[in-house]
């Protein structure tokens, strides 16, 4: 197992360049995630049935935005 690694999609630094934080990116993500959960479509095919990675996919392919408002993000 030395040597191995696990490609992740999508990738953190593909993520990270779509919002301004990583606090941001956990916020965004969970509250999509939550939305699929509850039953809202997907946005596009996606090969997971997982829903937070389904949600990270929204993220990285610009499906979801956010606004950054004073109280957090809306």
Do not use: C, H, W
């Not at 696990?6 to 993520?15: C, E, N, T």
């Not at 779509?18 to 997907?42: C, F, M, Q």
């Amino acid at each position: 197992m030395e040597g191995e690694f696990i490609l992740i999609y999508p990738s953190l630094d593909a993520l990270l360049k779509k919002v301004d934080s990583k606090y941001t990116l956990v916020t965004l993500t969970a509250k999509r995630a939550r939305e699929i959960v509850a039953g809202s479509p997907n946005l596009a095919p996606s090969k997971s049935n997982k829903a937070v990675t389904i949600a990270l996919e929204d993220v990285v392919n610009d499906r979801i935005t956010y606004e950054r408002v004073q109280d957090g993000v809306k």
